[in-house]
């Protein structure tokens, strides 16, 4: 009986993730990949980050979906989901998809 207990304990305190993919627009290097992934991390719920540059897809493994948090938090480096921003509102997220990606870089130098 004790052992079943315990399994039971152990199985309460399992975290479930879930993995949650973005395709976004703007990411041009690995700098922005380093600024995007740092991000991310930073909040709790976020188990890992994967960057792919090239189809600009996001993947993150989180223990709760909250990808509108995730699209939110993206949008607001300058790396809308594909397809969302438009005129203005595009010119305004490429700006500041340029200094995620400077700090990216620069981070990533430091960091070698």
Do not use: H
């Amino acid at each position: 009986m004790q052992v079943g207990r315990i399994i039971s304990l152990l199985e309460s305190k399992r975290v479930l993730e879930m993995k949650i993919e973005i395709t976004v627009e703007n990411i041009k290097c690995g700098g922005c990949a380093g600024s995007i992934k740092k991000k991310l991390l930073a909040d709790t719920r976020v188990e890992s980050v994967d960057v792919d540059i090239e189809q600009g897809i996001v993947a993150i493994e989180a223990t709760e979906n909250a990808s509108n948090d995730f699209s939110a938090m993206l949008l607001k480096m300058g790396y809308p989901e594909s397809g969302t921003a438009e005129g203005i509102a595009a010119a305004k997220a490429k700006a500041k998809s340029f200094v995620s990606c400077a700090i990216g870089r620069v981070d990533n130098m430091v960091n070698k």
